[in-house]
């Protein structure tokens, strides 16, 4: 049963063209998290919603945006793709309970490419 | 600048034999440390994690240990089957943060029969 779903699996995008890429969860977490994978280097962060509140990492690009309309849903919006976003974007959700960790659980990703 | 560090990009182990995936990390700040498995075209599964108010944990064939003055990490697999064939990420959690992990680039691990 799945539990993180992102959806498309593979994405392409023109240079320039917006593109949002999406992830649902049938988990009821209260947070999800976005994170940028490229070739040979570790998944980093760019942001997390903490219930709606929105947490951006300090060096996520401008040209990166997210919504969670509801608990089950969010969005990675990319407003003009470059060539340098070309990468894997994996979603995650974890139940944080008074600040107690719990461990992430990772959606199978979405491959950009950008031509 | 890497905060999590695993410096072998690859392991071969023989099936039966122990399997140990070393991690270094730099920040003092992480409390909470989590190994993640990933086989292709599939994300990260949750393996094991440890607190770093302990120094060992444990869960079947998986153990984790704690070095936090050397500001290291190994996770030991015993016995090492061809299933655990996958690629290990060590990841960190920063005290304070929201849950939010600091990966290493992983150790791809082959165990054959």
């Known amino acids: 049963d799945a539990m993180v779903i992102q959806n498309p699996r593979y994405q392409v995008t023109q240079f320039g063209k917006p593109v949002t890429l999406s992830c649902s969860q049938t988990?009821?977490?209260?947070?999800m998290y976005w994170y940028q994978q490229k070739s040979s280097q570790a998944p980093k962060l760019l942001f997390h919603?903490?219930?709606?509140?929105?947490?951006n990492e300090a060096d996520t690009p401008d040209n990166f945006q997210s919504r969670r309309p509801n608990t089950s849903f969010c969005f990675l919006d990319i407003r003009s793709p470059g060539l340098g976003d070309a990468a894997m974007y994996l979603c995650a959700t974890s139940r944080i309970d008074r600040g107690e960790y719990n461990e992430q659980f990772f959606g199978p990703g979405t491959r950009l490419t950008v031509l | 600048d890497q905060q999590v560090k695993q410096n072998s990009p690859s392991l071969s182990v023989q099936e039966g034999r122990i399997s140990i995936l070393n991690c270094d990390y730099t920040n003092s700040m992480f409390d909470y440390f989590l190994w993640y498995k990933k086989y292709p075209a599939e994300g990260p599964t949750f393996l094991i994690s440890?607190?770093?108010?302990?120094d060992k944990n444990e869960d079947g064939r998986f153990t984790v240990f704690l070095n936090k003055s050397a500001k290291h990490l190994s996770l030991h697999i015993v016995p090492s089957q061809p299933g655990d064939s996958a690629v290990y990420s060590c990841a960190a959690v920063r005290r304070g943060s929201q849950g939010n992990l600091i990966f290493g680039k992983g150790t791809k691990l082959s165990v054959k029969p």
């Open positions: 440890i607190s770093s108010i302990k």
């Open positions: 988990l009821n977490h209260n947070v």
């Open positions: 919603y903490y219930d709606k509140d929105f947490n």
